[in-house]
Structure formats: structure tokens, C-alpha cells
């Protein structure tokens, strides 16, 4: 079977699911998206307002703004990458989502990973670095160094909702960006090119 094929089998377990009690506030499940051949993967929070009203992860402000960081790497997220969140439901209100929502929906996340079985994973913010790498990883002191595991890279960086609310955080991000790109190069295509980030 295909990464889609066994994607599209894992889906109505996904939206199926009653684990937390997250779901009756939420109008949707948020799978994920993106092309499940990709070899990266972002992982975000949990869905916003306008996910849970479209079904789709990333596409209020926050991923707009993701959207342009891809654009500068030259990856289009129907063609280079997957993109995924903790939680699947929406935390009423914005809330973070609870470690023990974090806990029941990780198994989702951990299956959805083990399928596109990505060689880098960039891990968008405090939550995903915290369900995927250390508990009580601080993103501050983490973010920018590749962590090594399970035969993966991940890369802790900042959520694009913290760069919405402190645009000083926009070079970092691109620092770990770029990073991400010379990995990409480097293990998956060397002829991968971006304007914004030439190879050098
Ligand atoms: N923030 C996230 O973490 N995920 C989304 O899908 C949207 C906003």
C-alpha cells in the first residue's frame, strides 16, 4: 500500500475519535494535509478558529504566515511536505491544549508519523517540541538544534503564531530554516533550490 493509500485507511479512525473532550466543542477533526510522499513533515498545535471551520490545518493568520515560510524554502504543500498537529480538535477558546488532551491524541500523531515516516520533521512551537521531543523542553533553549531520533531529524523552532505576535522572532526562524534546507540537500535532493536561499 501507499503512504496516501494507508493515510486514507487511518483517517476515519482519526475522525472517529471521542478520546478527549475536545471533540463535542469542536465542529471538526483537522487531519493533517499535504503530500504523503513528502519527506518533511511540520507539526503544529492544534487547530485555530478558521481550522476548525475549514478542516484544514494552518490556513488562518498562522498559516499564512507558514505558508510564506514555505514559499521561501520553495516548498509547496500539496508537493514537499505534510503538515500535521498535536491535537486534531480545536481547544475552545485558543487554549494551549491540557497535557492529558496532548496525551489522548498522541497515538494519532505517532501513527500518522510512523506512516509518512518523514526524514525531517520541523516541530512548530513549544507543543509539538514538548509531545515529540522533552516534556519540559523550553523552546527558547532548544529551538535551532537538531535533535536526532528514531531515525529522524527535528528541528524545534518557533510557532508562526509567535512571530505574528513578535516579529523579531522572524530571523531565528529563518536561521533554523535555513538549516532545515541544508539538511534537505543534503539527504533527500541536492538539486533543491530556493531564491531565497541559493545553493551555494
Ligand atoms: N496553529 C496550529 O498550531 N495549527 C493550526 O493548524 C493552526 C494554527
Redesign the pocket.
Known amino acids: 500500500m501507499t503512504r496516501a493509500e494507508r493515510m486514507e485507511l487511518l483517517r476515519p479512525q482519526v475522525l472517529a475519535c471521542q478520546a478527549c473532550g475536545l471533540r463535542p466543542s469542536a465542529h471538526q477533526v483537522?487531519f493533517g494535509e499535504g503530500q504523503p510522499e513528502a519527506r518533511v513533515a511540520f507539526v503544529?498545535?492544534?487547530?485555530?478558529a478558521?481550522?476548525d471551520a475549514a478542516g484544514r490545518?494552518?490556513?488562518?493568520p498562522?498559516?499564512q504566515l507558514l505558508d510564506k515560510m514555505l514559499e521561501a524554502m520553495n516548498f509547496r504543500r500539496e508537493r514537499d511536505v505534510y503538515?500535521l498537529?498535536?491535537v486534531k480538535c480545536r481547544p475552545p477558546g485558543n487554549r494551549a491544549p491540557e497535557t492529558s488532551e496532548v496525551n489522548q491524541c498522541l497515538p494519532h500523531l505517532a501513527r500518522q508519523l510512523e506512516i509518512l515516516d518523514p526524514v525531517i520533521v520541523v516541530l512548530?512551537?513549544s507543543?509539538?517540541v514538548r509531545a515529540l521531543i522533552h516534556a519540559e523542553a523550553r523552546i527558547t533553549r532548544v529551538r535551532g538544534d537538531w535533535v536526532v531520533r528514531d531515525g529522524r531529524w527535528w528541528m524545534p523552532t518557533y510557532?508562526?503564531?509567535a512571530l505574528l505576535r513578535n516579529p523579531e522572532l522572524k530571523r531565528p526562524v529563518w536561521s533554523d530554516l535555513k538549516r532545515v534546507l541544508d539538511k534537505y540537500r543534503e539527504l533527500v535532493d541536492p538539486s533543491h533550490d530556493s531564491p531565497h536561499y541559493p545553493i551555494s
Open positions: 483537522v503544529g498545535e492544534g487547530p485555530g478558521q481550522e490545518p494552518f490556513v488562518g498562522a498559516g503538515i498537529n498535536v512548530l512551537g507543543t509539538a510557532h508562526p503564531a
